[in-house]
């Protein structure tokens, strides 16, 4: 029995913080359009950059969380500008190209920051201090209370981002441009600033989710190519496009890979996704959810 | 048109000519770097095809270089037979496996099109680890056997090899068929809509680029003496090849070789900066990208272009 | 059309004339090679950017300088002629392949990385040099020799093999955990690579033979992030001790079984944890960590140690990593071979360095004979290397074994329960 109550806890804690990366990457392609290749070194500079100022700069765990969403936002709207409004405003590539290019210049881009930050900080593994840290005991499993805080603040943050783009004026200009760039610019809505917004929420959240990551699990340099790669895959099994589709995909994946861990072999812990991955790809290609 | 094409292929034959005599002056270690340049030339004029042509970005072209270069080492380790044979079972393998990829790959487009690729080379770098007493696993799979141990032979093999190769794929790019699938990259509908089978020279454009890759790959493996994931399977040699490819010049076939002895030549430039030369390469890489579009073979063919 | 030639001409032309002003700026870039006094090169191809193989060239270099300023080898001076791999075998293959044909090294030091050793290896056969690793741990490099010694001979594994690896953490844990702590039982928990396959071979041979019950044996995938399963899973079957093999991670299993409060205490290889830096990249969660090394700070294995680590730190600022020490050594019984062979003469060099006996950083070495299972290998045990069993304390990596080389005793972290399978 304590073995089920390990699996669903472990798993419900990744699946969550699964669940934020994911649902970052799918309301960027959702809105924007464009598929992120510099995810993971997003959520890498982020979890560096919490890490860096508890160890540089000896600041607290709230101060260095902090600090590392901040770089996390940051970051986000500098790739916006340098790389993604350049491209999606040239008029040097015809626009049937331009998805290419944007993708190509975000993979360069996620690699410059990925090889920075081994410059910087070498490519070793980097934890964040947790803001909660001592042990709780759960139907007899002994789990870090950090499991339950990244849980919390995981749903907390997506309950958020719903409340924004189905209550608030801004966040329904932002879903009507998702489906209908043209037809919102009609309404006279500035579509760059729906844009723009756009990056800065995506930045927060992969801002938090980065430093939740650093607080679980720990990052390197190297993690990052294998986080964008994840949430591309949960992205697509959810159905591209779709939020809903990508957090319950983002739990399919979680469980799956929980649940190899314990029962299987921990050497195999991947490989049940990767088939469905593939699985899916074969027999569905639009995901669960998908629309596109 | 007809003009211009033939003035590019005569200037390529000369640099080719010319390279032929490098070896006269210099030494040991550029001709080995040139070496790899040609190479992953190969790759690179490989995967736009696939990419410039076909319209199909392939994240995994280290997926089909892998598959050749190990097919041919693991032959090689096991059995010893003559190189000529272990390179050929290597480049069907390729060709195998590039079917098996095509097939599912083709349903769909865009976005899927990249991440099935990218699923498969992920798949085979678990294969490479989990069956390591076959391939190594992360010590690399060291052959027995290498073509030659000098550095001119080798460099020659290389350097008339990319031309050779170059060579077909620029003609295959130039033919009907390559017309036909430049219109079903760009616009797939209107070019079935015409009659073509647009699936069957995707496929078509998958096999030859299997070919080649896995040819290049399995004479790599019998140039350096090993392989392994991390320096022929891991996606950033796959970012590599991209980037070289969009750098020299999509859609040309020999800009790719163009972008890849740029890339070869700049991080040998700036090797005092010791770590911070890749992320610089890359910086520069994005340049490009971002401001010429059109690649170095763009820059370099402009005049023809104002003219 | 006479027009549109002459302009479309000049495009190609640029081409050309770009292209051969590249190549000829990458041919001035390497010098011509000068006569000189006729020194003893040796080549060195390390990753000098990376944290461990940065110090094999330093460590080198340090080497032939002491050594010139004795007056050098009969005479002769020493010198090093570094090459950076960037951590690859190609370029590795590559930088070896100039350091022989172009160079003339007399012998080679390299790498700290199987996989390039390895790929190294035939390469040493094929053009007859000596080349000896500071650093690699594979057990298929010695390997590769008894099976083709002819060709092969020429390469000498200046590290333990991951057998011998083994065999060093199984004597340790013989005095400190069965003999101190009364231990019984334990989990052997590795991440599924190929440096682990022989060490776990070797661990659940030595492992009973010292009094260690081994209850399960667990590979997990290298690139695994969460490892609250596999210390669930250890935890369900109360073993005394986690034996550990894991390299390419190290931070992240350390850091959540230091949350997650394992009560279980971790003893074995960790290679990440002989990094000074190691403490601060965990937070501190390192603490209580037993691990596996041949060199610890201000531990004096040897009379030749201290002295060394001091000459480097003041020359470099920094403390040498693992591979530094041995790659010292190297130069010195390098140099001492071709003494007592009296030439340079590759076959010569090898006979003598078979024969080698000498006194180094990190104890005394002496390879393994021609017809052992593993040839040039290192001979790990009492008489010549023993290895050193050290734990993270407050900050420090501090030795406990063997006793003669001790600072500290064994402690550990409150959530730790010794001697808890019942």
Not at chain 3, 135 to 162: C, E, P, R
Request: overall charge neutral; charged content about 15%; glycine content about 10%.
């Amino acid at each position: 029995m304590t073995l089920f109550w390990q699996i669903l806890i472990d798993g419900f804690a990744i699946s969550s913080l699964y669940a934020l990366g994911a649902t970052g990457f799918a309301l960027i392609f959702g809105v924007s359009g464009v598929l992120n290749l510099s995810h993971g070194a997003l959520m890498v500079a982020a979890v560096v950059a919490a890490w860096a100022a508890g160890a540089d700069l000896h600041t607290g765990p709230y101060a260095g969380a902090a600090i590392g969403v901040a770089v996390g936002f940051a970051l986000s709207l500098l790739t916006y500008f340098v790389v993604v409004q350049p491209l999606q405003r040239t008029r040097k590539i015809r626009e049937e190209e331009k998805e290419i290019f944007i993708l190509t210049a975000t993979l360069l881009w996620g690699i410059m920051i990925q090889q920075l930050i081994a410059y910087l900080y070498t490519d070793n593994a980097k934890t964040v201090d947790p803001i909660v840290q001592g042990v709780v005991s759960v139907a007899g499993v002994r789990t870090p209370a950090n499991e339950f805080f990244t849980a919390i603040i995981c749903w907390l943050v997506i309950a958020l981002l719903w409340l924004l783009v189905n209550r608030t004026r801004a966040g329904k200009a932002v879903l009507a441009a998702s489906m209908n760039p043209r037809g919102v610019t009609l309404l006279g809505v500035e579509l760059s600033r729906i844009y723009v917004a756009i990056w800065a929420i995506y930045g927060l959240l992969v801002g938090i989710a980065g430093v939740l990551l650093g607080m679980f699990l720990g990052v390197s340099s190297y993690s990052a190519g294998p986080l964008t790669a994840s949430a591309f895959a949960i992205v697509v099994l959810g159905g591209l496009g779709s939020v809903p589709g990508a957090l319950i995909a983002a739990y399919v994946v979680g469980y799956l890979e929980t649940v190899t861990a314990y029962l299987i072999s921990p050497a195999y812990r991947t490989i049940p996704a990767l088939l469905l991955l593939v699985a899916v790809m074969y027999v569905r290609p639009r995901g669960l959810l998908g629309r596109r | 048109m007809h003009s211009r094409t033939t003035t590019i292929l005569l200037v390529a034959f000369g640099v080719v000519v010319l390279s032929a005599f490098l070896p006269l002056w210099l030494n040991a270690y550029i001709l080995g770097l040139l070496t790899m340049a040609y190479y992953s030339g190969v790759f690179a004029m490989a995967w736009d095809l696939l990419f410039g042509f076909a319209g199909e970005v392939n994240f995994g072209p280290t997926f089909l270089i892998g598959t050749g270069a190990y097919t041919a080492g693991i032959l090689d380790s096991l059995y010893q037979p003559p190189i000529w044979l272990c390179v050929a079972a290597g480049t069907a393998a390729a060709v195998v496996g590039g079917v098996v990829l095509a097939l599912p790959a083709l349903r769909v487009r865009g976005p899927y099109f990249g991440l099935t690729t990218l699923v498969a080379v992920l798949m085979l770098q678990n294969f490479i680890v989990v069956d390591a007493h076959l391939t190594g696993g992360e010590n690399g799979l060291t052959v027995p056997d290498v073509i030659s141990i000098n550095d001119t032979t080798n460099y020659e093999i290389a350097l008339w090899f990319m031309a050779v190769s170059g060579a077909i794929l620029f003609a295959l790019a130039r033919s009907p068929v390559g017309l036909i699938l430049q219109a079903s990259g760009q616009d797939a509908v209107q070019a079935g809509a015409l009659g073509f089978n647009v699936t069957k020279h995707k496929l078509t454009a998958f096999i030859i680029s299997a070919f080649f890759s896995g040819l290049a790959g399995a004479l790599l493996v019998f140039y350096v003496g090993s392989a392994s994931a991390s320096s022929i399977v891991d996606i950033t040699v796959g970012v590599q090849i991209i980037i070289a490819a969009v750098i020299g010049g999509r859609r040309t076939i020999l800009g790719a070789v163009l972008g890849a002895v740029f890339l070869v030549a700049m991080s040998e430039a700036l090797r005092p900066l010791g770590d911070l030369s890749n992320f610089v390469v890359f910086t520069l890489a994005l340049g490009v990208v971002l401001f010429f579009p059109n690649g170095l073979f763009g820059l370099l063919t402009r005049a023809r272009e104002d003219a | 059309m006479k027009r549109t030639d002459r302009r479309g001409m000049r495009a190609p032309i640029l081409a050309t004339l770009s292209a051969g002003a590249a190549v000829a700026v990458l041919s001035l870039a390497t010098p011509a090679f000068a006569q000189a006094n006729d020194p003893i090169k040796i080549g060195v191809i390390a990753e000098a950017t990376a944290v461990a193989g940065s110090s094999i060239p330093q460590a080198a270099q340090l080497a032939a300088d002491e050594i010139n300023a004795a007056g050098g080898v009969n005479g002769r001076k020493i010198q090093i002629v570094s090459y950076d791999d960037h951590s690859t075998a190609p370029e590795a293959v590559r930088a070896f392949q100039r350091a022989v044909s172009q160079d003339h090294v007399n012998a080679v030091i390299a790498s700290y990385i199987s996989e390039v050793v390895l790929a190294l290896e035939p390469w040493a056969g094929r053009l007859k040099t000596v080349t000896v690793t500071p650093g690699a741990a594979s057990d298929v490099i010695t390997q590769n020799i008894a099976k083709d010694y002819d060709h092969l001979k020429y390469m000498f594994h200046g590290y333990a093999t991951s057998t011998s690896i083994a065999d060093a953490t199984c004597a340790a844990a013989k005095d400190l955990l069965v003999g101190q702590l009364h231990m019984k039982s334990a989990v052997v928990m590795s991440e599924d690579a190929a440096w682990t396959t022989p060490l776990d071979v070797e661990y659940l041979k030595c492992l009973p033979q010292i009094g260690l019950k081994v209850l399960d044996h667990i590979r997990f995938s290298p690139d695994t992030t969460d490892f609250t399963p596999i210390f669930n899973k250890i935890e369900g079957e109360k073993p005394d001790v986690i034996i550990t093999g894991i390299s390419h991670v190290g931070v992240q299993p350390t850091v959540q079984w230091k949350q997650q409060e394992v009560p279980i205490p971790m003893f074995g290889v960790s290679s990440q944890a002989t990094n000074s830096s190691f403490w601060n990249d965990t937070n501190g969660a390192t603490e209580g960590v037993l691990f596996q090394g041949f060199s610890g700070p201000d531990v004096a294995v040897t009379p030749k140690t201290l002295p060394f680590v001091q000459a480097f730190v003041k020359r470099f600022g920094n403390t040498p990593s693992y591979c530094g020490y041995t790659a010292y050594d190297e130069v010195y019984y390098i140099a001492d071979a071709i003494k007592r062979a009296g030439s340079t003469d590759p076959d010569k060099l090898v006979d003598a360095l078979e024969k080698t006996d000498y006194v180094g950083t990190i104890g005394r070495v002496e390879f393994k004979g021609r017809d052992t299972a593993n040839p040039h290998a290192l001979k790990i045990g009492p008489q010549t290397i023993t290895g050193l069993m050290l734990q993270w304390q407050n900050g420090k990596q501090v030795n406990l074994w063997p006793a003669n080389v001790a600072n500290g005793k064994v402690k550990f972290p409150p959530f730790i329960k010794v001697g808890s399978a019942d």
